[in-house]
Every structure is written in structure tokens, then in C-alpha cells.
């Protein structure tokens, strides 16, 4: 059985019917996308590891229990599924999301430039953390779409399925976000100068 040629519909109904290799290929096609959208959010890669394992869990599940009707769109069905489990992790400890690649470390700081003074190295650094803190200073709805679209390489589609909202939503919240970090860092270089 090819994975890449059954679809996840095909392999949903087949784990459904109870062929439990069919779960496996959905896992493995999907792992890198899902895992990178929790991580995203929650920084810390052992509590990536622990709530992508309770994504599947819940996947599992809500799949025996007949609750996936979405049919076609298994990937974002579940990556909503990680995304709200990694928000809802965040609501509990009452901390707010950072941006991270997907190693866990700082985007920012994992950035490769080639040749650079120091003076060129404060420069990077401080306009690294003027980005930072106007991306930590959005609206959390705003600030969720901003990093699934640049810092999670997800399309405006997915990030609505995900989110659970429409597509002119979501590109509203991206605008918006966008906007007010404009405000956001005009205002740091002004109490900065």
C-alpha cells in the first residue's frame, strides 16, 4: 500500500474499518506539520513531544467515536485539534506563546549572517527584539495567525480551517496584525531615540 497515493480520507475509513497501519501513514504524513504547529506556539520541545502524542490520542478517539466528519480534510481537522491542545496547554500555565523554529530556539537568534561587526551585531539584535516584543504585543488572535502564516509556512486556508474561522478572517487578522506592529515599532523607536 502506497501512502503517498491513498488519500487521508481512504486512509481514515480504512483505520475506521480497523486496518491500524492506515493510522500510521497519516502519522507519518502529517508529523513534521503537526508538530511544527505546536512547538510553534509552545517553545518547549518536551512539551511539543507530549501534546503531539495527545493530539494523536485525541485523534484516535474522536476517530472510533465517529466524530471525523471533515471528509478530505484531515490535516487541518487535526492540526486544529494540536493547535487548540497547545493554547489550551498555554491557558493553563497562564504564559504567553514565543516565537520559535522547530528545534525549540529562538528564530531570531538561529538567523546565519555571513560577515558582521559588532557594531552591525547590535544593530541585528536590537532590531530582532523590537520585532519580538511588537509580535508578543498583538492580540493573541492576531499574533496566532502572523506566526502559522510566516513562521509556520501555512496558507490562509489553513490557518482558517484551523483556526476555525473563514479565510477573509483570517487574512483581516493578518492585516491587522501587521498593521498594529507597524504602530507598535514606530512607537518602541520613538521612546528608544
Not at 14 to 35: D, P, S, T, W
Not at 137 to 161: D, T
Request: proline residues 2%; positive net charge; hydrophobic residues 40%.
Amino acid at each position: 500500500m502506497q501512502s503517498l497515493k491513498i488519500t487521508d480520507q481512504n486512509l481514515v475509513k480504512q483505520y475506521v474499518q480497523g486496518n491500524e497501519a492506515c493510522l500510521e501513514m497519516l502519522i507519518n504524513r502529517h508529523k513534521n506539520r503537526i508538530f511544527t504547529t505546536i512547538i510553534l506556539i509552545v517553545k518547549d520541545s518536551y512539551i511539543a513531544e507530549d501534546l503531539f502524542q495527545e493530539t494523536f490520542i485525541k485523534i484516535i478517539n474522536n476517530l472510533k467515536k465517529g466524530k471525523y466528519n471533515e471528509e478530505g480534510k484531515f490535516l487541518p481537522w487535526a492540526m486544529r485539534i494540536a493547535h487548540n491542545m497547545a493554547i489550551d496547554y498555554f491557558r493553563k500555565m497562564k504564559r504567553m506563546p514565543t516565537i520559535t523554529d522547530s528545534s525549540g530556539d529562538d528564530v531570531f537568534r538561529t538567523i546565519k549572517i555571513a560577515v558582521e561587526n559588532r557594531e552591525e551585531q547590535i544593530i541585528r539584535t536590537e532590531k530582532e527584539d523590537m520585532v519580538r516584543l511588537a509580535i508578543n504585543r498583538l492580540p493573541e488572535e492576531q499574533r496566532q495567525v502572523l506566526i502559522l502564516r510566516h513562521y509556520g509556512n501555512l496558507s490562509f486556508k489553513e490557518i482558517a480551517a484551523m483556526t476555525d474561522v473563514s479565510i477573509n478572517t483570517a487574512l483581516g487578522r493578518m492585516r491587522y496584525a501587521l498593521t498594529n506592529m507597524r504602530k507598535i515599532m514606530e512607537h518602541t523607536s520613538i521612546q528608544t531615540t
